[in-house]
């Protein structure tokens, strides 16, 4: 089954540690997006790839990087400039003709 | 920039009753999508839109296209308890490049 899976389920860091959340997806879907969801809110993005070996900062890329070497990947590194890091971090794709599918979600905890 | 006002923020009823929630925005969409987040998950895709006055049913759930564009309702009828969670709009835009406005959310709580 086709379908985007992102792990691990639950991440803890320690203040000033970079730690990289993993996407992948086998949907074969051209787009990958990263949004962080905070307790009672709603979904803010991250950063977003249109194409492989390209992508572009969303409202809140500050203290984040990605990657896309491959279509099927899109890591997200939450790097120790993220000051407060703990969230809950969702990965989605698409095509530009239907909806996003979303992954199961990463919940970071900074311990 | 394009924003969308999701209504109620939050809604407690009794299991059983009818729900209804909306999405509006001063921007013209191309598609209308509702989502539900189940605890601790990621949103599923409940019901797509892709034209203006269109009327879908998804089971329990009904949708509609705003026929201005500008806006898009979800029923919700004889809820039940799994009905909980959090119900996001969605707004997809073609012009000047794709994009896709998330509305901030409506939460169910649904009492047995």
């Known amino acids: 089954d086709g379908g985007i899976t992102q792990s691990p389920k639950y991440l803890f860091r320690k203040e000033g540690q970079n730690v990289t959340l993993s996407c992948e997806q086998n949907?074969?879907?051209?787009?990958m997006y990263w949004y962080r969801q905070d307790p009672g809110q709603g979904l803010r993005l991250i950063y977003y790839?249109?194409?492989?070996?390209?992508?572009q900062k969303g409202d809140i890329a500050e203290g984040y990087s990605v990657s896309r070497e491959k279509k099927e990947s899109f890591p997200l590194t939450v790097t120790s400039a993220q000051k407060n890091p703990t969230a809950f971090y969702l990965c989605?794709?698409?095509?530009?003709?239907?909806?996003?599918?979303f992954g199961s979600g990463t919940r970071l905890t900074v311990v | 920039g394009q924003q969308l006002n999701q209504s109620p923020q939050s809604m407690f009823i009794q299991e059983g009753e009818d729900v209804s929630m909306n999405c509006t925005s001063s921007?013209?969409?191309?598609?209308w999508l509702w989502y539900k987040q189940d605890p601790g998950e990621g949103p599923v895709l409940l019901i797509a839109?892709?034209?203006?006055?269109e009327l879908t049913s998804n089971g329990r759930l009904t949708a509609q296209f705003g026929i201005t564009r500008k806006d898009s309702f979800l029923n919700i009828s004889a809820s039940i308890p799994s009905d909980v969670g959090i119900y996001f709009c969605?707004?997809?835009?073609?012009?000047?490049?794709?994009?896709?406005?998330f509305g901030a959310g409506t939460r169910l709580f649904v009492k047995a």
């Open positions: 989605a794709s698409s095509t530009q003709a239907r909806g996003y599918t």
């Open positions: 921007s013209i969409f191309n598609t």
């Open positions: 969605a707004g997809q835009s073609y012009t000047g490049g794709f994009k896709t406005i």
């Open positions: 949907l074969n879907h051209d787009a």
């Open positions: 839109l892709y034209k203006a006055g």
């Open positions: 790839s249109q194409i492989v070996n390209d992508f």
